[in-house]
Every structure is written in C-alpha cells, then in structure tokens.
C-alpha cells in the first residue's frame, strides 16, 4: 500500500488536499506482467521482449468466435484456428505457447490482470 | 508506421498522408493531389501518468496502468497527465490519387486528425491511426470503430 496526498480543485478560489491510498498490484513481485499497447497491439514479456503482434485480417470479434469446453480458448471458424485467452497464461506458458506455434491467435482484454497496459 | 499496410482491409485502396510543407509539395510534383488539413491537437486524447520516486536513491519510477503501485521505498511525487500525439509538422495531407472516386473505400494509412480508437478507466486514451474511409467527393467520411477493450489477433 501506498499513501499520497493529490491537490484537487474543487473551484476557483481553493484548492482541497486528499489523502488517498493505493491498493494495487506491486510491481517486481513473484509474478510478472507482460505488456500490452493498445495502439499498436503489441504484447510483450515483462523484460519488454516483443511477443507477438496481434492482427486478425478477418476482424473477427471474441463473441463471434465458437465457445468450446476449455475456457482457455474458443475456436475461429472462418480461420479454423484456435484463439487464446491470455487471461489464462502466465508470462512463462505464453512464452513457450509462441516458441512452439508462432501463428498462434491470442485475445487480450484491458483489465485483465496479469498484463500490464503500456 | 509499422504494419498499417498489413492491417488494411483487402480491396481497399491505401491512401498515404505526407507531413509538413515540404512533403506534401514533393508528392503534388509526383502527381498526387492533396487534400490539406490543419494538424490540431484534441483535449479528448489524453495519457496519465503518476511519479514517483526513490526515496533515498532518487530514481524516478513512472506509472501508466493505474492498477500498479511501484516497487518498495518510493514515494509518490504527484499525478499528471499530457498530449500523446505532438506532431512536427501543423499541416498535412491525404494524398488523393486522380482517378478516386466518389463512394469508393479506402484505408487511411495514417489518419491526419485526433479520433479516440481505444480509452480505459485505468491509463490512456489511444488515438486512432489508420481507419477505413469513404471518400465523399470532397473529404473522407472516416469509420471510427467502437472502441474496444477486447483485443485479438
């Protein structure tokens, strides 16, 4: 946890001082976060290694894609190919994942917890 | 930029963007015609940032995604935010090939103005880079997407 106190101006003449206190995720625990830009749709390792690009010329959405029983994936019909839910994977299977099958489709939600937002 | 091409839909013509005076005078001698726009920045995009720093060894440590607290012994220093997208150049411009027609799709190679392509709660506001466009004789009526929050690829 840690503390700050943040200005606030609430209107013209005063300024309002605010304690407040983060509760969050700490940074360099025993887990790590991969990034992810949004802008450019790049996911990395939490050491800032490029690990994959996301693209889908098909523009398909993850409601469109087929639900299967494992909740880690859902199935691409147009493409025949199985989609990723990151959300699942830590930094290390991800990893491995990639090594072993470059093309594969992966869906990354902002807010999920175990990425980072750059 | 990077992958703009890739990401453009098949059967959309790519229409490119030259920056600054110079540019855009360099692509109206090779033939193209361009459509010139104010480059202006917009209030609506907009990146937060907090600052901390070290405690004894002074470092700086700064935090985009809200959820993230810094590691051990730093202290905040204050909250902040600013313009993602300072550009060089205050002019640009599509570059319309002659034979565009009205109604026809395109792709925005690099879109000229301020759209909002993704926000969230916790960090930043994305500008919107490439786009697909309908040219309407005089100006690209541009396709703004829903900003998603859900990425795949």
Redesign the interface.
């Known amino acids: ?6 200005p606030v101006k609430l209107d013209k003449s005063r300024h309002y001082f605010v304690l407040f206190l ?1 509760f ?5 625990q025993d887990f790590s ?1 991969m990034q ?1 830009n ?4 790049s996911l990395y390792t939490s050491e800032g290694k490029l690990l ?6 098909l ?4 409601e469109d ?1 087929k639900v299967l029983p494992e909740r880690q994936s859902r199935l691409c019909e147009a493409c025949c190919n199985k ?1 990723v839910d990151t959300a699942f994977y830590s930094e290390e299977a991800l990893v491995v994942l990639l090594r072993e099958k470059p093309e594969t ?7 999920q917890e175990n990425i ?3 | 930029m ?2 703009h091409q ?2 453009a ?2 059967g959309l013509r790519i229409i490119k963007t030259a920056r600054g005076q110079v540019a855009i005078n360099e692509a109206a001698e090779e033939g193209w015609f361009p459509l010139v726009k104010k480059v202006e920045p917009s209030p609506e995009l907009r990146n937060k940032y907090i600052c ?1 720093q070290h405690l004894k060894r002074g470092q700086v440590e700064l935090i ?9 012994d ?3 220093l ?2 902040g935010e600013y313009y993602p997208n300072p550009q060089e150049h205050y002019i640009a411009a599509y570059l319309l090939p002659k034979n565009l027609k009205k109604g026809e799709g395109v792709w925005l190679e690099e879109v000229i103005g301020d759209i909002v ?2 926000s ?1 709660n ?3 506001t ?2 919107l ?1 490439s786009a697909a466009a309908v040219w309407n004789g005089r100006d690209f009526d541009i396709e703004a997407p829903e900003e998603p ?5």
Do not use: S
């Open positions: 946890m840690v503390e700050g106190i943040l983060f969050g995720r700490h940074r360099n976060f992810f949004p802008q450019t749709k994959k690009k996301l693209h889908c010329p523009r398909k959405e993850w894609l989609v489709c992966l869906k990354i939600e902002l807010g980072q937002i750059l | 990077f992958g890739q990401n839909p098949e901390f985009h995604d809200f959820r993230d607290m810094p590691p051990a730093y202290q905040l204050f909250y392509a993704t969230w916790q960090g930043n994305y500008r880079e929050t859900i990425f795949i690829g």
